[in-house]
């Protein structure tokens, strides 16, 4: 059956409020549309998990930082909307700027200060303030028992856990293994963004991961040897330029000195290949 298509706060509100009725729990993937395999695993997750299941698109303005690609997003709804029936969505909520952000600027925000001004967050100032706000707000909208997040975007993922824990919010965060290219690329929708040659080029992330992987599962214990192996790795790469590399510990993103002691580890990496700002992240071998 082909998603509802809600535009409207009201009619996602009617249509959750009656799968509740039924005595459906509510599974939700936020997305910004764009979507691709790794997003259609999380909706099938959530088909496999809830009996009513919510897609929102939503590129949301208040996440990207002034020089960012806001306006350039892309906006691909009708191959959206296939993705969604295929992968078993029953609802996709694709609200206006204007509904989300009735007032222009809010004036309460949610912030995860520590593990929002890490990583991602000291290059993409006020990013995670405004994904976690407006996840809470799109929390508020939908009412979901369940919502569903992709490991790619693992700090991210973590920052929304936190923001939950803390503030008491009913709902559970799934997070879902990354899903990839056929040669290691994890999707993304600024995947598009990259020319044939870039997207040979962009393989180096997944490659460098597997790398240190591999080093770990050998023996290696420093974790600066394994920065180093990641750092080396995309810089081999001319198309690639490294913002950062880091092994950290998987709950709390702190810096890690040794590996092996028993705190799993992260590793994060975030380069520039072309116009496209892409990230990647695996969990190393104990
Ligand atoms: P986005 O539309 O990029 O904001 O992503 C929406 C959700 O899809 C986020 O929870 C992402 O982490 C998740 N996601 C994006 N790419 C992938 C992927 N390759 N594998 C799994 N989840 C993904």
Request: proline share 6%.
């Amino acid at each position: 059956m082909s998603p509802i298509v809600a535009v409207t706060i009201a009619e996602v509100s009617k249509s959750v409020a009656q799968a509740k009725r039924r005595g459906q729990s509510v599974g939700y993937v936020p997305t910004m549309g764009a979507l691709h395999r790794g997003h259609a695993r999380l909706v099938e997750q959530a088909r496999g998990e809830c009996g009513f299941v919510v897609v929102s698109i939503f590129v949301n303005p208040t996440q990207f930082g002034p020089n960012e690609d806001y306006s350039r997003y892309p906006r691909t709804f009708e191959s959206d909307r296939e993705i969604c029936q295929e992968s078993g969505a029953d609802l996709i909520f694709v609200p206006e700027r204007e509904t989300i952000y009735p007032a222009g600027p809010l004036s309460t925000y949610v912030e995860v200060p520590g593990l929002s001004d890490i990583l991602e967050g000291s290059i993409r100032p006020g990013h995670f303030r405004g994904v976690a706000t407006v996840v809470l707000k799109l929390f508020g909208v939908v009412i979901p028992d369940t919502a569903y997040f992709g490991q790619k975007d693992y700090q991210q993922q973590l920052i929304l856990r936190r923001m939950v824990t803390d503030l008491n919010v009913p709902v559970e965060i799934v997070t879902v293994p990354t899903v990839r290219e056929s040669d290691g690329l994890a999707m993304s929708s600024r995947n598009r963004y990259l020319n044939p040659e870039e997207r040979v080029a962009a393989r180096v992330l997944s490659q460098a991961l597997a790398e240190a992987e591999t080093a770990v599962s050998a023996g290696e214990r420093s974790a600066d040897r394994v920065r180093q192996i990641l750092a080396r790795r995309i810089e081999s790469e001319p198309l690639a330029s490294l913002e950062y590399a880091e092994v950290a510990d998987a709950a709390t993103l702190e810096p890690l000195r040794d590996l092996g002691t028993g705190r799993r580890a992260v590793a994060l990496l975030a380069a520039r290949v072309g116009p496209a700002r892409l990230i990647d992240n695996a969990i190393l071998p104990n």
